[in-house]
């Protein structure tokens, strides 16, 4: 039976959509994705609505404009390994533009928001790159919109894991609203292979069983997180990307280990 954790890309439709996730089809209450891929050229187009949205050019170069302002031509990386993300914050109540100059990848990261905080660019200076793990728990975290970066609910960030290498690991879950020890945030993962074959694997589950599935993510997967622990492991030779968005009620990274790992450093 298929996983319904498990979301496949399909072929872009006409506003070059090749995977969406809204809380209506996901079944929670906050977190938006969409992945939309543009021929050179083509445009995308948006409202905001009542969320709150970031713009993540995961490949190629676009004009992007958004709430009445003209943001330039931003993106430098040819695909998700390549470099540092250029992203773009809109609040609620904003329309937005993305013009391709070449082939472009465009993630669209959305959850609830009244309008508190101002339209603005986020630079590869402003994300930077850290390493978290060791040894084979070793892995790369460029932080787009952090728990200290201004927004009401939505965090957004990029893993690059190397091949054989074990990310969000150890296994660690995030669905119990009981600020400071731990937050309740929805989660989505948009993975990406750098060889463009082969697979990835991704367990979400919970200590009672209540939830416990096991996936072989292929290039362009989703995959929901609703509760639960969520490791992810690269196998050897196939170095995975994977942009997570979180939201929740209190915009806090607040997460509980798996008692069975939580000796290993995260």
Known sequence: MPSRLLIHPHAPDDAGRVVSVTPQSAGWRFVGFEARTLRDGAVAVGQTDDTEICLVLISGRARVTGADIDFGVIGERTN???????????????????????????????????????????????????????????RLVRNILPDTADAETL????????????SSYPPHKHDTDDFPNETYL????????????????????????????????????????????HPVGAPHGFDLYYLNVMAGPVRQWKFTMDPDQAHLPY
Not at 99 to 108: C, D, K
Not at 155 to 166: A, C, D, K, N, S
Not at 203 to 228: C, F, H, N
């Open 80 to 138: 998700p390994f390549d470099g540092l993300p250029w992203s773009v914050y809109l609040p609620p109540r904003s329309a937005w533009r993305v013009q391709a100059q070449g082939p472009v990848e465009l993630a669209i990261c959305a959850s609830p928001a009244r309008g508190l905080y101002p339209p603005r660019l986020i630079g590869p200076d402003q994300v930077g790159q850290l390493t978290r793990g060791t040894g084979t728990n070793q």
């Open 155 to 166: 965090l957004v960030v990029e893993v690059i894991t190397p091949g054989g290498h074990w």
């Open 186 to 229: 929805e989660e989505t993962y948009y993975h990406r292979l750098k060889r463009g074959s082969g697979f990835a694997l991704q367990r979400v589950y919970t200590k009672d069983g209540s939830l416990d599935e096991a996936m072989a993510i292929a290039d362009g997967d989703v995959v929901l997180v609703p509760k639960g622990y």
